[in-house]
């Protein structure tokens, strides 16, 4: 028996791991790659754009209808860099209470990364919130 490459083993496999053992070991390193990553808060686009979503109808749509005081507000209200803006520039500063007593910077994150994903000129735009 020889040890180069081109060698058959004992077990009749050639060397090194065999597909599948390599398979399962980069999938098992990916996921436990992701799990310890866990959620990035504070910059663009790192929020949860399902979370965002949630968070918007539950707590923006509280003043953000047709007849409520705020008026209509969807995703496609604006474009992706108009609600950049309006997080960046802290465009709701107006109403001082929303942005420091009813959400959390956390919460800011998910609702500008679902808003901004379903903008108006996102590659899927999304009309109800």
Known sequence: MR???GSVRRNGRRGGRSGKT?????AAALALGLALAGPVVGGEGE???????????SKCKECHWPDKEGG????????????????????????????G???????????K????????DSPQP???G
């Open 72 to 99: 209509e507000v969807t995703p496609i209200t604006f474009t992706q860099q108009q609600w950049k803006d309006f997080f960046d520039k802290n465009k709701h500063k107006r109403k001082k209470d929303v942005w």
């Open 101 to 111: 007593e009813k959400f959390t910077a956390e919460e800011l994150v998910h609702i």
């Open 47 to 57: 929020g949860s754009s399902k979370q965002g979503k949630f968070l918007f109808r």
């Open 3 to 5: 040890g180069d490459a």
């Open 126 to 128: 999304e009309t109800c």
């Open 22 to 26: 390599a398979a399962v070991f980069t």
């Open 113 to 120: 990364t679902y808003l901004i994903e379903h903008a108006s």
